[in-house]
């Protein structure tokens, strides 16, 4: 049985006076909900602030590919993300990818560098639209997925989440059909199954994001393959993100 994953992509919005409010409801809430576990990605600005009270909810949206400190500005290491307790690290989102042209090397740098210091990586894959109408979601995504294989030769499946976010559904309201989205959460365990086995491959959580919102949260976690959800406009609203939690 996998423990559902569900976390709140904030990316660059709220302030600091919202985002602690939402994480005081979350804190109350929390503890109903020990079968589910929810992590918060706030704004990088307001993390050391948010973790002196907060820091079990929430995870990093960005991190260095560089080990320890360097001279990288406006870049934040590893070491201070540990120094706060942050559990997560958010790596591969194509907003990343697209706007600051994160490569897949790069990418495996970053998750090399998470991972070896035991911090946990939700690693977002997913196709854009033209890749979709073209037919090569799936080989797309292998190759994506390729950067977290080709780190170990079996993955620890307690230190990783998958996020399949196909890139046309991030903040457009369109989703794929719920066998679509079955289907290619479905291939990707198919293909952890080949490179770590069986037993990594069944626990290993695998989340949906894109759209995803109080309407369609129901049948998308029903879905045998999707573990959870990581949800970005619809986890700005306390109200909202609390009902895609109760989904699950
Ligand atoms: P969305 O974003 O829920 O607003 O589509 C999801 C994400 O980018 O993680």
């Known amino acids: 049985m996998r423990k559902p994953f569900i976390g709140a992509n904030w990316k660059m919005n709220l302030l600091n006076r919202d985002a602690r409010s939402f994480l005081q409801h979350l804190q109350n809430f929390a503890p109903l909900n ?12 307001y993390l050391s602030a948010l973790s002196e009270h907060f820091n079990h909810l929430l995870g990093a949206q960005n991190v260095s ?3 320890g400190f360097s001279s990288l500005t406006g870049e934040t290491s590893i070491e201070q993300l540990i120094d706060l307790g942050i559990g997560y690290v958010l790596i591969g989102h194509s907003e ?3 706007y600051y042209f994160e490569s897949n090397e790069i990418i495996s740098q970053k998750i090399n560098t998470v991972l070896n210091k035991n911090l946990k990586v939700v690693f977002c894959c997913g196709e854009s639209l033209d890749v979709r109408n073209e037919g090569r979601h799936f080989e797309w995504v292998e190759t994506q997925l390729n950067c977290l294989l080709n780190q170990s030769p079996s ?14 559904a991030i903040g457009t309201g369109k989703t794929p059909t719920y066998d679509e989205i079955n289907d290619i959460h479905a291939y990707i365990r198919s293909l952890i199954r080949n490179h770590s086995g069986e037993q990594v491959s069944s626990k290993i959580r695998i989340v949906y994001g894109g759209s995803c919102n109080e309407s369609n949260a129901n049948e998308i976690f029903s879905l045998p393959d999707v573990d959870g959800g990581l949800i970005g406009g619809a986890s700005l609203e306390w109200n909202s993100f609390f009902n895609i939690c109760n989904a699950l």
């Open 34 to 45: 020990a079968q589910k576990e929810i992590v918060v990605f706030p704004s990088m600005v």
């Open 96 to 98: 990343r990818r697209e």
């Open 65 to 67: 590919h560089i080990k």
């Open 155 to 168: 993955l620890d499946s307690e230190q990783i989440v998958i996020a399949y976010e196909p890139i046309w």
